[in-house]
């Protein structure tokens, strides 16, 4: 019988093949800006309009889409292109001057609130329309270089230093073919984007922005703690959380598990001191583990370890399944007889919460479902590449979170008019009614 793959409804490579002018119509019609919209006239009231609020804001995304790296270089390319300004809403023959975007952008830090709930109504309508969405999570941290001057103890304030930004730092270590081991850091002054994004359609579902030394494993109990709080069907839906070893902590992985029935596929670190290289399972005879959780059982009589074959989680006895390595492939095993294991056994996880994950990591499941965990680099890549965090002028933590959330909402809304448009049932009329 042919096995047909199947299609997914989204990638973001749709969206690479498309023109600056297609992403920027897809930004345009979908993004849910209509509450702020709304209360950024309000507040205007009815004088001048010669620079409308609709207009100005339509720009800001565009100059995100354009990845304009200033104000100044998209005032320059809305001057000399007039499709641009008709497609924004402009109707003069230039655009806006320098301190139309000064206020306009305060505006916008005083309604952070409000596209934080465009950013979340975005999120929940992929959880509509992507089959899967938030089914496997994936975390990572990413470096954003602060182009300012440091600041100095005794000079007064300047405006061209960076008085939030401090110096992060990040190591990464392997191991050579000869067996050697190498290690090298990564220091970098500005900010850190704490990111969890859906592992299979690489798009942002929470994050938070801080100064490049905070801990990412902190702030991955945090976020979790606030998706727990604020939408708990987001956790409900999810089945495994990635990240890398940089986010090894038994307490994250406990919660996951505990209060959320998540699996953790996170990296381990070797944290056993003395050259241990397994431990005996309390109230076992021959059943050890190594520092990864493979779980061996030792044959009595010949005293050879042997993998055990893993056979599920059983989660309302919090324990882990494994069989007899001989019984499930037919080994040829001496000790038999006189084995204490006649058949299958059971380990507590809450053992070694850590170590005993309930997704183990010599599972074939728990590699493929780690390898997801590039997503968030390639996502990563995008906000470098495609939405100007390589070259900007951002300077002090109020801006970079405005910044990152409009580029995060810029992205959400490419995704979901692309989806909407693959369905001529989801799309929304231009017709007004009389």
Not at 262 to 282: H, M, P, Q, S
Request: proline share 4%.
């Amino acid at each position: 019988m042919a096995i047909i793959s199947q299609q997914r409804l989204f990638g973001w490579e749709e969206i690479e093949g498309l023109g600056d002018l297609d992403r920027l119509r897809l930004v345009l019609e979908h993004v849910p800006d209509e509450k702020l919209m709304l209360k950024l006239e309000f507040e205007r009231g009815r004088g001048r309009d010669d620079h409308p609020v609709r207009a100005v804001w339509n720009s800001i995304l565009a100059g995100i889409v354009f990845q304009h790296p200033s104000i100044a270089a998209l005032r320059r390319e809305l001057n000399r292109n007039g499709q641009l300004r008709a497609m924004c809403g402009f109707k003069g023959d230039t655009g806006p001057p320098q301190w139309v975007y000064t206020r306009f952008l305060k505006k916008l830090f005083n309604n952070k609130d409000l596209i934080d709930e465009i950013f979340d109504t975005l999120v929940e309508q992929c959880y509509q329309l992507l089959p899967g969405f938030g089914r496997n999570l994936a975390m990572d941290g990413k470096a954003i270089d602060s182009h300012a001057r440091r600041k100095k103890e005794g000079l007064p304030p300047d405006g061209r230093r960076d008085l939030d930004a401090d110096t992060g730092a990040k190591s990464y270590r392997g191991q050579r073919e000869d067996g050697t081991v190498w290690e090298k850091i990564k220091y970098w002054f500005g900010y850190k984007l704490h990111l969890i994004v859906d592992a299979d359609y690489e798009l942002p579902v929470a994050f938070t922005v801080t100064p490049a030394s905070y801990s990412e494993v902190k702030q991955a109990h945090a976020l979790i703690d606030e998706l727990g709080a604020t939408k708990p069907e987001m956790l409900k839906v999810c089945e495994n959380f990635i990240a890398d070893r940089g986010y090894d902590d038994g307490k994250l992985i406990e919660k996951l598990w505990r209060d959320y029935d998540i699996r953790a596929v996170i990296d381990i670190r070797n944290l056993w001191k003395d050259g241990e290289e397994t431990r005996l399972f309390e109230g076992r005879e021959n059943i050890v583990y190594d520092y990864r959780g493979t779980v061996y059982c030792c044959c009595p009589q010949e005293l050879k370890m042997r993998e055990m074959a893993y056979a599920g989680v059983e989660k309302k006895r919090n324990t882990l399944k494994y069989r007899c390595p001989a019984q499930h492939y037919g080994i040829q095993c001496k000790g038999k007889q006189t084995c204490p294991v006649k058949g299958s056994i059971r380990v507590s996880i809450a053992e070694d919460p850590r170590v005993i994950a309930p997704l183990p990591r010599s599972s074939y499941r728990w590699e493929n479902l780690y390898k997801k965990r590039t997503s968030v680099e390639r996502l990563n890549s995008r906000l470098d590449v495609s939405f100007g965090f390589e070259r900007h002028f951002i300077r002090g933590l109020k801006k970079m979170e405005l910044r990152c959330s409009l580029a995060l909402c810029v992205m959400l809304a490419m995704a979901v008019g692309r989806v909407k448009e693959k369905r001529p049932d989801l799309m929304r009329s231009l017709v007004k009614s009389a």
